[in-house]
């Protein structure tokens, strides 16, 4: 993935490779009760940091990056990489939702939240910048249908609403970071 590091590990007779997107978390999760939010089998463990390696390197960048580029190109360029970036993530849910832990979704372990929101959601509402000020649309497409359902979902959830900042407030403050055209 991108620039980060790969350190390769042995767990159940598996070579399984971490990145550094989440471990210190994963650490301190595994001695506290919240250790429910990370898969036991180190090959699930492997599919949720690199969903959120995926969220990290390839949407994460590319939500500022596109308040940033000063030229219509930049700004058009750095949005199809952020879309990019969101079609790997609903096709890594997809993917999720089709294993035993994923039971068909909404979220990473089907009805519960996992390091996986833990780690991602709260940037979500930092799509209200590009939207407001770039014309950002995500399409409602097949492409991104697993990426609006986990959305819709975890949107209602109070573990997501109790700290949510609103739309207006995220525009506000990312306005110091629009580059002029």
Same mark, same amino acid.
């Given at each position: 993935?991108?620039?980060?590091?790969?350190?390769?590990?042995?767990?159940?007779?598996?070579?399984?490779?971490?990145?550094?997107?989440? *471990?210190?978390?994963?650490?301190?999760l595994r001695a506290l009760e919240f250790a429910k939010l990370i898969p036991t089998d180190a090959i699930e463990r492997a599919q949720l940091r690199l969903f959120v390696e995926i969220f990290s390197s390839r949407v994460n960048p590319h939500i500022l990056g596109s308040l940033r580029a000063a030229t219509k190109d930049a700004q058009e360029e750095?949005?199809?990489?952020? #879309?990019?970036? #969101?079609?790997?993530?609903?096709?890594?849910?997809?993917?999720?939702?089709?294993?035993?832990?994923?039971?068909?979704g909404p979220f990473w372990?089907?009805?519960?939240?996992? #390091?996986?929101?833990?780690?991602? /959601?709260?940037? /979500?509402? #930092?799509?209200?910048? *590009?939207?407001?000020?770039?014309?950002? /649309?995500?399409?409602?497409?097949?492409?991104?249908?697993?990426?609006?359902?986990?959305?819709?979902a975890f949107s209602q959830h109070p573990l997501y609403t109790a700290f949510q900042t609103p739309d207006t407030s995220v525009v506000s403050t990312l306005k110091n970071y629009v580059a002029e055209d």
């Open positions: 993935m991108s620039d980060s590091i790969a350190y390769p590990y042995k767990e159940n007779g598996y070579t399984v490779y971490s990145t550094a997107a989440c *471990p210190y978390a994963q650490r301190a750095q949005i199809q990489k952020l #879309l990019s970036g #969101l079609r790997e993530v609903s096709d890594e849910l997809t993917k999720q939702w089709e294993r035993p832990s994923g039971k068909s372990f089907g009805d519960k939240f996992s #390091l996986a929101e833990v780690n991602t /959601v709260s940037f /979500v509402n #930092l799509f209200a910048g *590009p939207k407001h000020y770039r014309g950002l /649309v995500i399409p409602e497409t097949d492409e991104y249908a697993a990426y609006h359902k986990w959305v819709a």
